[in-house]
């Protein structure tokens, strides 16, 4: 019996190596909004990322607001009169020394905590139980205390933290606020969200 070729191999061939390709060629476009899908948002990239602030505009005993990764940020220029401040009630505070090391950067344990000691940079949100503290830097104020020197009042639940963002005895909120990592770029310019290399 003789071999009888088949006439339709050679059609069946192209058509795989068509239906083929076609079909690699779906996958892949398929597969470009997915993989496309699991990188991270523009929102996303801006929640994680440095935040540049120009400090020459703030005045002294000028309080701005920015945000860094979903989350308020004081920067605060203090005047002599606030600095001298922060030296005269270390008694009334509970960790004066800001010896736990998780609230601030190693370059900001210092009576200031902060890089300069006029600029103050916290994460404005308060450790008990995350209300945001109001600005109040004017001492002696009669709803909070004759002892108070100025500095944030969480109205939530009474905490006190001072104009160094250190946290007052006997107030709900168990720490400091915290001193975010930052740095100066210029003179002028702080990059909070990437720290000091000094």
Excluded at 20 to 45: D, N, Q
Excluded at 85 to 98: E, G, I, W
Excluded at 111 to 130: E, F, M, N, Q
Aim: proline share 9%.
């Amino acid at each position: 019996m003789a071999d009888t070729a088949y006439p339709t191999d050679e059609g069946r061939r192209r058509w795989l190596t068509a239906t083929s390709a076609a079909g690699g060629a779906g996958v892949i476009a398929a597969s470009i909004p997915f993989v496309a899908s699991m990188a991270p948002s523009e929102r996303a990239r801006g929640l994680g990322a440095a935040v540049e602030v120009d400090i020459g505009p703030i005045k002294l005993g000028g309080l701005v607001t920015i945000e860094w990764r979903g989350r308020p940020v004081w920067v605060l220029r203090r005047t002599p009169e606030m600095l001298a401040a922060l030296r005269a009630h270390d008694d009334l505070l509970a960790d004066p020394r800001s010896s736990r090391l998780e609230q601030q950067p190693d370059y900001a344990r210092n009576d200031w905590r902060s890089i300069k000691p006029d600029i103050t940079v916290l994460v404005a949100i308060c450790t008990h139980l995350g209300c945001i503290p109001a600005f109040r830097p004017q001492p002696g104020a009669s709803d909070i205390g004759a002892s108070w020197s100025g500095g944030f009042y969480c109205p939530c639940h009474g905490s006190k933290f001072d104009l160094a963002g250190r946290v007052f005895k006997n107030v709900p909120a168990p720490s400091n606020l915290e001193v975010p990592p930052h740095h100066y770029r210029t003179d002028s310019q702080l990059l909070i969200g990437e720290g000091s290399t000094a």
